[in-house]
């Protein structure tokens, strides 16, 4: 009978561990190359989650426009209503009657408009073909200009223009009753999110099971509503200015409806680089049918785009600062983005949902070194 060596345990022992560190390293890149096919896996989800998500946003424009748009007003208002609570009145009572105020204001200003707009269309064709006899001698003095234009018939290319004139009159018709059920459908919507405003964020913070969840969800929610507040109560004092300015550049510079000038003004400001150019480029055509001389036509045009230029880079900065800084580039793709989805209301509400996903990034990212309630 043969006796055990001293030491043998130990080296099987030793012998045993590194078969299973063998084992282990074999193991490894199989780990790695499972890792990355589960990234793959992970990502394709995503970008399929983000097509049916864009699917669906497009396809129901006609109810998510409206109620969007009436979230992001409500979230305004909800903070005015809170500041009025300071003085006694009950938040939903406060809200539903700024609210009401909004609408009436809103309703007034297009029936103040709709006699313009509608003279304005009326004499479309005549425009038009005053705006290509004033324009087209300033085209031909270009080289590449005069080249392309022979080989057209301007009369023909203006006799169409003005013939499919009556077309797109027709089409802007057709678009008036969905118009108006958004309307409705956005009145509604703004109401009910201002009456069960408090409500709503009580059953979100309730959604969450812990403690620590339920006060990020508070913490991002007042972050969301006091930067998109803040936003559009600075920017519609500054975009005001701006309109008042452009509404006397207009009458200086002998455009008609000047008061109507500065209103465009307004609403155009709040869509970022497509804005300016709309109104850089109508304020020249205006000037060009006005002016026979030529640096009076360009007068409202530059003067406007000047003061855009000031108001844009050294008010607007000096007055919002760094809190409301997003990344220009990332800017322009939500506006070609929501531009896409949902035409000129969706450019105006590309910054602020850019603002509230940045707010709610930054928040998401950026725990707090504390866990106090937020204020």
């Known amino acids: 009978m043969n006796a055990a060596l001293p030491g043998s345990g130990i080296f099987k022992k030793r012998k045993q561990a590194d078969i299973e560190i063998q084992v282990a390293e074999a193991e490894i890149p199989e780990t790695s190359a499972k890792t990355g096919l589960d990234l793959v896996v992970a990502w394709s989800v995503v970008g399929t989650f983000i097509i049916l998500a864009s699917a669906a946003i497009y396809m129901m424009e006609a109810i998510l426009m409206p109620v969007t748009l009436a979230i992001v007003v409500g979230m305004v208002l909800g903070l005015a209503a809170d500041r009025l609570a300071q003085f006694g009145l009950p938040p939903a009572l406060g809200g539903l009657l700024l609210a009401i105020i909004f609408v009436v204001g809103l309703f007034f200003l297009i029936n103040a408009l709709i006699e313009p707009l509608t003279s304005l269309a009326g004499q479309a064709p005549g425009i038009l073909e005053r705006a290509v006899e004033r324009i087209l001698p300033y085209i031909q003095r270009f ?148 002016h026979d001389a030529l640096l009076l036509a360009l007068a409202p045009a530059a003067g406007f785009f000047l003061l855009h230029l000031v108001m844009e880079n050294l008010v607007t900065p000096a007055i919002l600062g760094h809190r409301l800084e997003i990344n220009p580039f990332l800017i322009f793709l939500a506006i070609i983005f929501w531009t896409w989805m949902w035409g000129a209301v969706g450019a105006m509400l590309a910054l602020p949902l850019s603002l509230i996903a940045m707010t709610i990034f930054n928040e998401v990212r950026t725990q707090p070194p504390d866990r106090q309630l937020p204020g």
């Open 143 to 290: 080289e590449w200009a005069k080249t392309a234009i022979a080989g057209t018939d301007g009369k023909a290319v203006t006799d169409v223009a003005i013939q499919n004139a009556g077309a797109m009159l027709g089409l802007i018709a057709a678009g008036v009753t969905p118009a108006f059920i958004q309307t409705l459908i956005f009145m509604a919507a703004l109401g009910l999110f201002l009456v069960g405003r408090a409500h709503l964020r009580k059953t979100i913070i309730l959604a969450f099971a812990t403690r620590d969840r339920r006060l990020a969800a508070i913490r991002i929610m007042n972050a969301t509503e006091n930067a998109v507040g803040f936003y559009f109560s600075t920017a519609s004092l500054i975009y005001v200015v701006l309109g008042s300015v452009t509404a006397a550049i207009a009458f200086v510079g002998g455009l008609t409806m000047a008061p109507l000038w500065g209103l465009f003004a307004f609403i155009s400001s709040f869509i970022p680089y497509l804005g300016v150019t709309i109104m850089t480029v109508a304020l020249l055509c205006a000037g060009l049918m006005t």
